[in-house]
């Protein structure tokens, strides 16, 4: 959980998260993005199933990886948003086609 | 300085796929085993192996090496129970058919040729295969690319873990009593008392009969104990990606997906000596063929690259001899230990184990074959 | 598309201090620099965001932050060529650097490469250190300094080293709530006394101590932590403790920040066959390097951090002398080269102190070589207790381990297991870390896609030895 300096200002831009609209502050990461609108865990774990959130967000630990537009595997703390961006959780595997 | 207990009745010299298969079986078969192996740090082709289980287009020149390797499919099943029972470990055995894809009209022609040559040989073992054109691979892999012109398919084909196979191996083997020395590179073998002393970095160890399983090591211990083993280093190199959701069916020469969902791509073939440097030309030259084959691939992430050594004779089959100046020494060696993996532990050690490679079934992997002069 | 030239004298890999200093030195002394960094603005880790931080109050941060935005400045206005946004996946013995620039790969050859890539957190593996909401205290401060983000809730740290007393203090700084610091028993807490006299001459010693008084008087310090765990199902819900002479105890928790220390980040300087040794002081593998940063391998040398830890002040000494190196090496009558006298001294200056500092905050082996439940590689779940195991089957290395139990071959290519998988197989054989090794690396060290890889170039011989079809 996290909250913002209260005199950080910046432009938003219009994302989604799992098809939801949600307003993200311009010049944030995906993954700080995601963190910053409450979403805890970014992926599901391929080899138990386990929820798994960002853990070093310096692109090291690829505990990030989300859907990015379509493509999959993107390391959300590498990503900056951009306007009408579609951010995925992913369950599992990354599917061939994405 | 190691000791090893009550001396053991069979040394072998490699702890790789061909090593601790044969060890498993002399295990299996009540010898006492000992296997000496190289540490962390080692050319070990079965750590960088395509893990195909593979035989369409085996024995061109050889059909004896055909049938050995059709043998050895067929008894890949049973082998890979035994191993899980035994151990645990399933080696994720999957014998769904094989695929050879060609990029054009000429490589198919090419490959249709050669598969035609190497089944009218006199004294072919028969199996099914098929050529098949461009509708007929579409039908069977959809998402291969519009440059796929047709492709080849055994039902025989099929792949494995190859990791977890060696590690199955060599927990099955140790459960089965054999010692396991790991940093205890040969460096002498000298016959002695009706045995063989062997000298190694840590310790000498002695035992009543010794097999070479050493890769392209035993070009050099071969010698000394009066085999012949023209072996030599041939770089293969190869891509992994991340783990994907499972959509490829069938095992590809040249890709293949993991059983845990990685994809591997491995198409190269290069006289490199023993340098195992990853060139990004190689490897960019092998992706691009790929993604040629499937155009999906492209988006996938590469995590790893490597450079292994085949172990290559001359003509690329098999050596298998018994010395007849040291008898009791041995030589088993192979660039495709994971298809062989099954007669390796379920034949060759054996035979191993009764002191004797029958002409009738080893005399064609013989190496006095490089020394017959050409026939005009 | 980024324009590239065709040729460069110099390319140095890492925006952080000692890659600003580098690139800066040889720009200004004439030769033709780039310098390649995976953000999107320079800084590295210790000044991240330096140029673009949504933080306004300077006091959030500090001076020593701030003091970097000088350093951005100059290499900004340097004339050397700066790409953000790159990301370099493989550095050849022959100095051929494979870099991916918008999802474009491309190859690039130069005369002397200056790897500056820094440090990461040392892996911290406890129960629970993958759930939800456990982050390393390096995350904490990525997220403040270039989000202007702070943990909300109830908030606990714990672990050791000077970052963990920066980071609580630019959070108490900020008006985030600590709810405790857990201090972790220390390795080797009476062999530091040794240097506590250079440590005391040293620049840190103050401003060390200052900044963890501060910290002290307002936030709750349990000393002596020797065991360590996070709990929860699908987050962290509590971290639960235990101090050297106490009993359990449980604290509810929202963020957990972990840190022990960081550690050079060693994977494209291994992957391009530069040798490393292990360090006792510091725990971990470094290369092995002359006064300049230079390798054995001709052309190629690595400055900052990635040399071996010694902070922000060292690693810009660092960074100035591998590039005079360069310098002295292409343009031997450079004036600047005058300054390398000064700067080696400067470097002794900031190193001084530092074996206080790594013995005093030496990890505690039990957060080092965990219990055998912990899962010690992330990326394929394997546990503590597997590798141990697995030693017994024979496994003398990493590389075999690898093999066997799929450790080190996720994503991160055993940044967040390596040292742990070592230093477990060294305790299992009764060995030392230097005889065990490390995982071999290779490219890419960072992801490329396959379709950017077929993108290359290739020559007729890679062509020919494949296809023979």
């Known amino acids: 959980m996290f909250r913002r300096l209260p005199d950080v200002d910046g432009a938003t831009v219009e994302v989604t998260i799992d098809g939801r609209s949600v307003s993200v502050r311009a010049g944030d990461t995906v993954a700080a993005a995601l963190i910053a609108a409450g979403v805890l865990a970014s992926r599901v774990s391929d080899v138990s199933g386990a929820k798994r959130a960002p853990y070093c967000m310096m692109g090291v630990c690829f505990e990030c990886l989300v859907t990015v537009d379509g493509v999959g595997n993107r390391q959300g703390c590498l990503v900056p948003v951009a306007p009408g961006m579609r951010i995925e959780m992913q369950h599992g595997r990354r599917e061939v086609e994405r | 300085m190691t000791r090893v207990g009550h001396e053991p009745d069979v040394a072998v010299i490699g702890g790789g796929l061909v090593g601790a298969a044969i060890a498993w079986g002399l295990a299996r078969n009540g010898a006492r085993v000992v296997v000496l192996d190289e540490g962390d740090v080692a050319f070990r082709a079965s750590r960088g192996n395509f893990a195909l289980v593979w035989v369409q287009s085996k024995g061109l020149g050889m059909p004896e090496y055909a049938a050995w390797t059709k043998l050895s499919s067929d008894l890949w099943g049973q082998f890979a129970r035994r191993l899980a029972d035994e151990t645990g470990l399933d080696v994720a055995f999957r014998r769904p058919g094989g695929l050879h894809l060609c990029l054009s009209e000429r490589e198919v022609e090419n490959r249709a040729a050669m598969l035609s040559r190497l089944h009218n040989q006199p004294a072919m073992v ?91 090591g035993n070009a050099r211990l071969g010698p000394m104990v009066g085999l012949d083993v023209p072996v030599r280093p041939q770089r293969g190199q190869i891509i992994v990606t991340e783990k994907v959701a499972p959509f490829l069916d069938y095992p590809i020469v040249t890709i293949r997906q993991t059983d845990e969902g990685s994809v591997m791509i491995g198409d190269s073939v290069e006289e490199a000596g023993w340098d195992t440097t990853v060139g990004a030309g190689v490897v960019s030259a092998e992706a691009e063929r790929a993604v040629r084959m499937i155009p999906h691939l492209a988006r996938l992430n590469v995590v790893r690259t490597w450079a292994a050594l085949r172990v290559m004779t001359p003509d690329g089959f098999p050596i298998y001899q018994q010395s007849v100046s040291s008898p009791g020494a041995f030589v088993a060696t192979c660039h495709s230990g994971v298809t062989l993996a099954a007669v390796h532990a379920l034949m060759v050690a054996p035979a191993i184990a009764r002191g004797e490679l029958p002409a009738e079934q080893y005399g064609a992997f013989s190496p006095r074959r490089f020394h017959v002069p050409a026939t005009a | 598309m980024t324009e590239l030239r065709d040729f460069y004298d110099v390319a140095v890999v890492g925006a952080g201090p000692a890659g600003l200093a580098a690139a800066n030195v040889c720009a200004r002394a004439g030769l033709a620099t780039v310098l390649f960094d995976e953000q999107p603005a320079p800084g590295g880790q210790i000044y991240r965001s330096v140029s673009t931080t949504p933080v306004k109050r300077d006091t959030i941060l500090g001076a020593d932050y701030w003091a970097g935005a000088a350093q951005a400045q100059k290499f900004l206005a340097s004339g050397a060529q700066y790409v953000p946004g790159a990301t370099v996946w493989n550095l050849t013995r022959e100095r051929e650097i494979g870099v991916s620039i918008a999802g474009s790969a491309r190859l690039l050859t130069v005369e002397r490469v200056i790897l500056t890539t820094g440090a990461l957190e040392r892996p911290f593996p406890i129960a629970g250190w993958t759930l939800p909401g456990v982050m390393t205290a390096g995350a904490g401060q990525i997220l403040l300094k270039s989000s202007g983000l702070i943990p909300d809730g109830r908030t606990v740290i714990a672990g050791c080293g000077p970052l963990l007393w920066l980071i609580a203090w630019q959070y108490l700084n900020a008006g985030a709530r600590i709810d405790a610091i857990l201090e972790a028993a220390k390795g080797d807490g009476g062999a530091a006394w040794r240097h506590a006299a250079t440590f005391a001459t040293s620049p840190y010693f103050i401003k060390g101590l200052r900044l963890m008084l501060a910290v002290r008087r307002r936030v709750r310090v349990v000393a002596n932590v020797v065991e360590l765990r996070a709990e929860g199902r699908d987050r962290v819900e509590a971290v639960a403790y235990r101090t050297m002479r106490g009993t359990e105890q449980r604290l509810p928790v929202d963020n957990l920040f972990l840190h022990q220390g960081v550690v050079p980040n060693v994977n494209l300087a291994m992957a391009a066959g530069i040798e490393h040794r292990w360090d006792d002081a510091q725990l971990c593998f470094a290369p092995m390097l002359d006064a300049d940063g230079g390798t054995a391998i001709s052309g190629i040398a690595i400055a900052g951090d990635g040399a071996g830890i010694a902070g922000a002040e060292a690693a810009q000494a660092r960074g100035m002398l591998a590039g005079l190196a360069a310098v002295r090496a292409l343009r031997p009558d450079a004036p600047v080269l005058a300054e390398t006298e000064a700067v080696r001294g400067r470097l002794a200056r900031f190193t001084r102190g530092r074996a206080f500092l790594d013995a005093y905050y030496k990890p505690a082996p039990q957060f080092r070589r965990p219990a055998r439940d912990t899962l010690v590689c992330r990326c394929e779940e394997v546990t503590a207790g597997q590798i141990i195991d697995t030693v017994a089957l024979g496994c003398t290395g990493p590389n075999q381990m690898k093999a066997f139990l799929r450790c080190g071959m996720g994503p991160c290519q055993g940044r967040e297991c390596g040292l742990t998988v070592t230093e477990l197989i060294a305790q299992a054989r009764g060995v030392g870390p230097q005889e065990v090794g490390y995982y071999r690396l290779r490219p890419p060290v960072k992801p490329i896609t396959l379709g950017e890889l077929a993108s290359l170039p290739k020559n007729e011989t890679a062509l020919r030895s494949v296809a023979r079809g």
Do not use: W
């Open chain 2, 126 to 216: 028969k199996y099914d295969y098929e050529m098949l054109d461009a509708a007929q691979i579409r039908a069977r892999l959809p998402q291969v690319g519009p440059e796929v012109a047709g492709a080849s398919y055994c039902p025989l084909d099929g792949h494995v873990n190859s990791l977890r196979l060696l590690r199955a191996l060599h927990a099955g083997m140790q459960q089965l009593g054999a010692t396991y020395l790991a940093d205890h590179v040969v460096e002498k073998i000298e016959p002695r008392d009706g045995g063989f002393r062997l000298t190694t970095r840590n310790g000498e160890v002695r035992a009543g009969k010794v097999v070479l399983a050493a890769g392209n």
